[in-house]
């Protein structure tokens, strides 16, 4: 998918239904070419909210879809929180009036997000984990702003 803005192309994105987890991965594309043409990768989300349909599979399988320290869709808020700590900030969809890169992508209308940012100040690398009452609903890894 390519959303734009007249002619400029603000993102790129390829989108798939991964069947064999019941899940839907994105992975988004800068707006700023390199060089070479190019797009730098600047976000992976993975959830359980629809967002293209069933007929986007990959080729490839991914392989686990997994974070590097074992949490996965599905998982509690009290796994995640024992296994990278304290979030750097945790947002009551609907209450709190904070940001959330997954509730505007998701447009989420209760649950609990927590945010977790990197400890360099000038790493702009964040991952914000979305829960609804059954579990981790919604992942999304991102390097932009």
Not at 65 to 94: C, Q, W
Not at 102 to 121: A, F, M, Q, T
Not at 124 to 140: M, P, T, V
Request: one cysteine or more.
């Amino acid at each position: 998918q390519v959303k734009k803005v007249g002619n400029k192309i603000l993102t790129k994105e390829n989108i798939y239904y991964v069947p064999s987890e019941g899940i839907w991965v994105a992975i988004r594309f800068s707006h700023v070419l390199d060089e070479n043409l190019e797009r730098d990768m600047e976000e992976i989300l993975v959830t359980k909210q629809k967002l293209c349909d069933k007929v986007f599979k990959p080729t490839k399988s991914f392989g686990p879809l997994v974070t590097s320290r074992g949490v996965r869709i599905g998982d509690s808020i009290d796994k995640v929180i024992k296994t990278y700590g304290a979030p750097s900030v945790s947002i009551e969809v609907g209450r709190d009036k904070i940001f959330s890169a997954l509730d505007e992508d998701l447009k989420l209308k209760k649950g609990r997000v927590l945010r977790y940012l990197s400890n360099r100040p000038d790493d702009l690398l964040f991952a914000e984990f979305y829960f609804d009452e059954r579990g981790l609903h919604s992942l999304l890894i991102s390097i932009s702003e």
